[in-house]
């Protein structure tokens, strides 16, 4: 039963993302050209109005896909549509699989776009070679591949919004147990739930920095000289907590929703 | 056929009424086959366990009768059919008399009426 | 085994007594009525069984089984509210639920749009409240259920739909399922009930056999019904 959720789950979701897809694509391509053919000043203007599009469709990709999870995982559970949801032969564990599968999938995708977009627009030797060299400034000392930094910037990116959208799920089961208010205890027990996730990370992060100096280090140190093994540590500790963050998180939603929902 | 019904009376007796109406009246003849309860409860647009309730009634007085595997059939009994009418039609008439009485005309003139009108 | 049991049932919400120690029992086979005022806590029961509230205390069996997936199998349920995602098409609809119900029948979920003149192609986005409820009402008469539950099917319907709701309930009905029917026009629907169940305030009233009840009051249902819940 669960495949059969998820498949109208991301029926759903494609049918409502794809011209966002499509869209930053689009203006992608047409950056990419209009930069690349004999520059004017009209030339110059319509390739700006184009990266403002692509970068406006890229805002969009993120807004709406955490807009239409969230959205989506509260008309199915808690409003006119969970009559239907509800009354279905599955376990609410499978209701809450699909959810999660969907979002998981459809923030990867949108990562993807956004990824293939910024670089179907701008990618080119000097560009990349700028882009390093900028992000050396920062990596300074350290013998850290570019490439890892980018990759590992990214990986955290994605969990942190992911480690987001998970508070913002618990945060409406719990705020629908309220009779009165519920989107507005909803918002709220999310952003708490969240802040809290967030202090936990950061916590456990200097727990462990009592137990590796390197690490510790850059609780202390100002300066940016950073043993490059430390940034890496980190990285890998901070990725894990927020995997276990999400793991636990969907394991309270589970058994919050299986003690029974009380639609309206 | 669609039936009118009066919800201040057991449907299943309005039922057994008509029912006894079509067997008086030929509509389903001596020993004939009947449909099944089901397609009774179709035709009529009635709750199958009212019509059953109903069948049953007139079962109970020899009005039809069930061959396990075949099912309902009108029994062949033409005197009791002909006992049901003669009871029906002395049912018609008091009711009638009764009427006429009520308007002060007695038996005489109630069939001297009945002999005006068309038939 | 009965079909539903339902043992001290209560529900309450905010320390408001909704259901009080409601018990009931329904055998296969029956078409039932389940008549009360506004706000008596027809609708609660209903969600109850259904899973879309929680009990405060009791319990409720379908067929012996706790109310849970087994129990959604069989379980038919026509809301008063429409449901559905609207940016399907019915035929899209239809889809859905023949890939969750394997009691569902295509077949007679396409005759039945056809006899209600709705279009199987259409966006429900593009159709009033009422072909909706329409649309609704053939999913949910398209399954082999056990239990049909339907809260105020005739609620917006014109009187000839009215008449063929009735009819496809009485031509679905088979002796091993049971239609519960919620509703307040009693005089519409009564000729075709076996029983009727009174709920007032929470609680059940009366249960009875409707034939019997009305030997008993020499009253229509309707009648019996506002002398004993006269304002």
């Known amino acids: 039963m669960l495949n059969k959720l998820l498949k109208y789950d991301l029926k759903y979701m494609i049918k409502n993302m794809s011209i966002f897809y499509m869209l930053s694509i689009f203006f992608a391509i047409t950056t990419r050209i209009l930069f690349d053919i004999e520059q004017s000043v009209i030339i110059n203007i319509i390739g700006q109005i184009s990266v403002s599009c692509m970068f406006g469709m890229i805002a969009s990709i993120l807004i709406n896909t955490m807009m239409k999870s969230w959205g989506r995982f509260r008309d199915s559970l808690y409003k006119d549509e969970s009559y239907l949801t509800h009354t279905l032969p599955v376990t609410k564990n499978e209701l809450y699989n699909s959810k999660f599968i969907q979002t998981l999938i459809f923030f990867f995708i949108g990562f993807i776009v956004i990824i293939l977009s910024l670089f179907i627009a701008y990618y080119s030797k000097e560009n990349w070679l700028s882009i390093t060299n900028y992000i050396k400034t920062i990596t300074a000392g350290l013998n850290m591949n570019t490439f890892f930094f980018i990759v590992m910037a990214i990986i955290l990116i994605f969990l942190e919004v992911f480690n987001a959208i998970m508070c913002g799920f618990f945060g409406m089961i719990l705020g629908h147990k309220k009779n009165n208010g519920k989107l507005g205890y909803s918002v709220l027990v999310g952003f708490i739930i969240y802040l809290i996730a967030q202090a936990s990370i950061i916590a456990l992060l200097f727990i462990y920095g009592l137990f590796d100096s390197s690490v510790m280090g850059l609780f202390k140190s100002g300066t940016i000289s950073i043993d490059v093994n430390a940034f890496k540590t980190l990285a890998i500790i901070a990725s894990i907590l927020y995997l276990l963050i999400i793991y636990g998180i969907s394991l309270l939603c589970k058994k919050e929703l299986n003690k029974g929902v009380n639609v309206e | 056929m669609e039936l009118t019904f009066d919800n201040n009376i057991p449907i299943y007796i309005q039922l057994l009424e008509y029912m006894k109406i079509y067997l008086i009246s030929g509509v389903f003849k001596c020993g004939e086959k009947l449909p099944s309860v089901r397609d009774f409860a179709t035709t009529f647009k009635v709750n199958p366990n009212t019509m059953q309730k109903a069948l049953a009634e007139l079962e109970s007085m020899n009005l039809i009768y069930t061959e396990r595997t075949n099912g309902k059939y009108v029994t062949k009994d033409e005197k009791l059919i002909k006992k049901l009418k003669d009871e029906y039609a002395i049912t018609l008439a008091k009711s009638y008399f009764n009427g006429m009485k009520k308007i002060g005309l007695g038996k005489a003139d109630s069939i001297e009426y009945l002999e005006r009108i068309d038939e | 085994m009965k ?229």
């Open chain 3, 3 to 231: 079909l539903l049991e339902i043992k001290n049932l209560n529900k309450s919400f905010e320390n408001k007594e909704i259901l009080k120690d409601v018990n009931l029992s329904l055998s296969s086979g029956k078409i039932v009525g389940l008549l009360g005022k506004n706000g008596a806590g027809k609708t609660t029961l209903i969600k109850l069984i259904n899973d879309l509230l929680t009990p405060t205390s009791g319990e409720i069996l379908i067929n012996g089984n706790k109310v849970g997936v087994e129990t959604k199998k069989v379980i038919s349920y026509l809301p008063e509210r429409t449901y559905l995602n609207k940016q399907m098409k019915v035929s899209e609809v239809i889809d859905y639920f023949k890939d969750f119900y394997k009691d569902f029948d295509e077949k007679k979920a396409e005759k039945l749009l056809k006899d209600l003149d709705l279009d199987i192609n259409q966006h429900l986005t593009k159709m009033s409240k009422g072909m909706q409820e329409k649309v609704q009402l053939v999913l949910v008469m398209s399954r082999n259920a056990d239990l049909y539950i339907l809260d105020e099917p005739l609620g917006g319907v014109d009187p000839a739909t009215r008449d063929y709701i009735l009819d496809t309930i009485l031509s679905n009905f088979n002796e091993n399922a049971s239609v519960i029917l919620s509703t307040h026009l009693i005089s519409d629907i009564e000729r075709i009930l076996d029983e009727v169940i009174f709920i007032d305030k929470g609680k059940i009233v009366l249960q009875s056999d409707a034939d019997k009840l009305r030997n008993k009051e020499k009253s229509s249902i309707d009648e019996i019904f506002r002398r004993m819940f006269k304002c």
